[in-house]
């Protein structure tokens, strides 16, 4: 399946931003979704996830509180309050067989989007 993310751009501190990633020409099905993020100088990092039901979701304690996730039948979104600038970062929507927050479980990758946060 491919991935396309959209929706990142530069965003004071306190903002909101709603990522997007779509499913190119077809629907995500039964696909088990997820969010990671790369920081400048860090490995990638899970931040959220949902099951292809939407029924069950995760997040990591940074996100916590801030961020949600959801999907429809082609798309899945992440939106993101009260933004802090560590959470800058460029955003990896992604696609798994199986409901995991390890991204070697994660079969197809969008491109990413940047997402700056000002201070």
């Known amino acids: 399946v491919q991935l396309q993310a959209s929706g990142g751009g530069l965003v004071q501190a306190g903002g909101s931003l709603r990522l997007s990633c779509a499913a190119r020409g077809r629907t995500l099905g039964s696909w088990n979704m997820g969010w990671f993020r790369q920081a400048p100088g860090k490995e990638r990092e899970f931040a959220t996830g949902?099951?292809?039901?939407?029924?069950h979701t995760n997040y990591a304690d940074s996100v916590k509180g801030r961020f949600t996730i959801s999907r429809d039948i082609d798309t899945v979104y992440l939106q993101m309050n009260s933004l802090k600038p560590e959470d800058t970062a460029v955003y990896y929507c992604a696609a798994a067989r199986r409901y995991s927050y390890l991204a070697d479980e994660y079969d197809y990758w969008g491109q990413g989007t940047l997402v700056t946060v000002s201070s």
């Open positions: 949902i099951s292809w039901s939407g029924g």
